[in-house]
């Protein structure tokens, strides 16, 4: 029988091996007599070799699930010279160890097969550390994620899972199994690595893998073409930024298996019901989510001539009265006491007090601080490049104590990275934040600052900023220039907030007493 043998030089060449297993152990035994634990490897390959007779399974099909039953088998093989076997071996660590030692001879001789194409992935392993030399991990968090991806390496041969099938799947099946992997041994004993850390290192050597055209994208979101073309069409055609594309194609994914296969076949009946009846734990957000979302969507299909553009016009609307809350905002006193609890010794202190001065300043959302580039930052004129929701990119002044934080982030904080982007993480890898990672950091210094009983997130720098102008004089005019508000009844919730202004203009209620 003529196989090919896995080898770590990457070649695969090809042998005549014979499947006796006086023969296989004989050349087992050459391969491990120099160590001092060759009797008890011998024991546990040849104890293998039995319970694979008496339950007739070739040793083609041996792979993980394989060596799972021998460790869990009620054990009354017989051994050497007409001794039993001990039961108590299968409980040692170690002797399931040694029989992972076995497999992989098998493997490597070229008796068990394995996927093809999971040798190009054990030759990345030395590129791969590379890699993280050049993200900027710590030696030790390098060492944790290497040794993790060759735990990958071992666990998929003894799986039989191809690079061509891996998915997120398997590697949280790699991170939650029952580790008797003897590379993540020593001297028969589990490392200290738990399914956080085999999570974490998996996670991350599948998104090098993917990087280097190793392993196919999958995603679950992108299974269904329709939900492919529809983010399609809302980067290219409607300009919208990533994050609102991830959230329009989630909330799209909820309820596009009860429209069904064929648009031409939607009527206004079915598209009421996904508005109108939903779970009553779903806020009133939410429910406005979904009817903007499927009017969006029908929208597409209308303008691909896929359906009716009348059924549009059939999506309940989601109206609740236009500015009927006050804006939520706080004092600039407490925004100054949040600014100043930032340590500015540390690069975590410069970074978020950069942030704080930029939202409390120039009123930002937290995507417009995530997505600012150093490119965006023009130093001669103190001024900001911000572009805003849909892209609409506008030029706002850089204040000087703002712009002092920022050089200050950037020359000191700022760790050195290839990413253009301004803020980024502390600890590698150095990536762009998320606007979660925004509200986060406003979170923290509300704390230090021991501020309580005010609204959270940073939206409320933007509303405090606006508050603050139309109580010192300024025109709604100028606060709608400031926060880029597109329209102006956009702007004219603000003056709700100038209490002393609408005490002036309120006419006397009619009448002796109030009702």
Known sequence: MTV???????????RRVTTDSASLLAEYLKTQINFPSC????????????????????????????????????????????????????????????VGRFVIFLEDRGTIRVPEDLAPIALRLPAYGNHLVSLGYSRGTRSMLVSGAEHIVHWLRLSRISAQNLDDCDIERFAKHDCRCFLCRKHGAPTTFGVAERRRAGVTFLQYLRACNLVPERSVIDEDSRLVAFRSWLTHQCGVTKHTAVRYLAEAARWLTALGQDPGTYDAVTIRSIVLHQPSSRSHKSVQLTATVLRTYLRYLAANDACSPELVYAVPRARRPRNAALPRFISPALIERIIAS????????LRDRAILLLLARLGLRAGDVCELGLADINWGDARLRVDGKNRRAAQLPL??????????????????????????????????????????????ARTRAGVEGVPTGSQVFRHSLATSMVRTGCSLEQVGTILRHRSPNTTVIYAKTDIDMLARVAQPWPGDSSC
């Open 4 to 14: 090919r043998s896995y080898v770590s030089s990457g070649t695969t060449p090809t």
């Open 399 to 444: 204040p000087q104590d703002a712009g002092d934080a920022l050089l200050a982030y950037i020359e000191q904080g700022r760790p050195p990275a290839r990413d253009d982007h301004v803020f980024l993480r502390v600890h590698a890898p150095f990536k762009s934040l998320k606007p979660s990672a925004i509200a986060c950091l406003v979170a923290r």
């Open 39 to 98: 009797g008890t490897r011998a024991s546990a390959a040849r104890h293998f070799l039995y319970w694979l007779q008496q339950h007739r399974l070739p040793l083609s099909q041996v792979d993980a699930a394989v060596v799972e039953r021998f460790a869990r088998h009620r054990c009354q093989c017989m051994g050497h010279g007409g001794v039993r076997y001990s039961p108590r071996e299968l409980q040692r660590p170690g002797y399931i160890t040694n």
């Open 342 to 349: 930032c340590d500015t010794n540390t690069p975590v202190g």
